[in-house]
């Protein structure tokens, strides 16, 4: 596939800490346990669907500073290429990621004012008629290239990641917009088949996926009116959970754009961030479809279908 991919890239700095809750101390010494990458949503999906094979074209935001400096060369050395990368005065967001033994992880995102600019699709039309999918963040400055993508005709992809909220203010105009809609489990008001229930009555997405976390995925297929359930795949140990909704994202949309039924592309997805999670930080341990086809074949998924007319 061609996709168009626009959201945050930012410096996130890892720590991998003894246990939650942290208990006080002055210092600490966690011997290679420190680490400072490029990452972000949208460098996250890029550097996933770039493993899969997909040609991709990323837009952001980054500031005239070392850490924007870092993340140009980055790119380039990547070949991904920063031709819809705006250059602002000011700084760049970054990130610091907390994590344990366990794969838990706690994140402080300080997004400096990104949140306060907007991305003019002026000057993107060609990448956006190009496209086979767009992919937009929900980041405040992606909402002009919500309305551009569908003008264009171009089906629209979104993770929302936290929502308590069936109408939330801040992701409704992005979840209105959205083919496919992925979210976390983290933060429902209620069990999420009845929140997926909720989500498609209220939302005309084609395919909605609640990622589970260790317990799996959870999808919904508007052409058959169905939902399925998918256990976790298991891969062993996890170092960092850091990242594995981007993976289950990236490698969905990826396997789904292909042709692949939605339950098998929720099922590769599961596996591409399943082997993610055994590396730490958010843009790394992606895996080529080969490497991924071959751990697929050893395993049995079978989904569980369910109602899709929980009241």
């Known amino acids: 596939m061609k996709v168009m991919i626009s959201g945050l890239v930012n410096i996130e700095t890892t720590l991998q ?6 208990d006080y101390y002055p210092i600490d010494y966690p011997f290679f346990g420190i680490a400072s990458d490029v990452s972000g949503v949208a460098y996250n999906v890029a550097k996933a669907l770039s493993a899969l094979g997909d040609g991709i074209r990323l837009a952001s935001y980054v500031g005239e500073d070392e850490e924007g400096r870092r993340i140009l060369a980055r790119l380039e050395a990547e070949g991904i290429g920063t031709g819809l990368i705006r250059r602002e005065p000011g700084q760049t967001p970054v990130t610091v990621a907390l994590h344990d033994g366990q794969g838990r992880r706690q994140i ?5 004012d990104i949140q306060e600019k907007a991305m003019d699709p002026g000057g993107m039309e060609k ?5 086979d999918l767009i992919v937009l963040c929900n980041t405040n400055f992606n909402r002009l290239l919500l309305g551009a993508a569908k003008r264009a005709g171009k089906p629209v992809a979104t993770d929302v990641h936290v929502l308590s909220d069936i109408r939330d203010p801040y992701n409704k105009e992005f979840m209105e917009a959205a083919d496919i809609l992925f979210l976390s489990h983290e933060g429902l008001p209620c069990g999420p088949e009845r929140f997926l229930c909720q989500l498609k009555e209220a939302y005309p997405a084609g395919i909605i996926v609640i990622g589970l976390g260790g317990e799996g995925a959870m999808l919904y297929e508007r052409s058959g009116d169905r939902i399925c359930r998918l256990e976790a795949v298991p891969v062993g140990e996890a170092v960092n959970t850091l990242g594995a909704g981007d993976a289950l ?10 042709g692949c039924p939605a339950v098998e592309a929720l099922v590769r997805a599961e596996v591409f961030a399943a082997l993610k999670i055994r590396h730490n930080g958010g843009a790394k341990g992606f895996v080529g479809e080969e490497a991924l086809e071959e751990y697929r074949r050893g395993l049995d998924l079978a989904p569980v279908w369910l109602p899709a007319d929980l009241p």
């Open 17 to 22: 800490v003894r246990k939650f809750p942290i």
């Open 249 to 258: 994202f990236s490698a969905f949309i990826h396997y789904y754009g292909k």
């Open 108 to 112: 402080y995102c300080d997004l400096k």
């Open 127 to 131: 990448e956006i008629r190009e496209s």
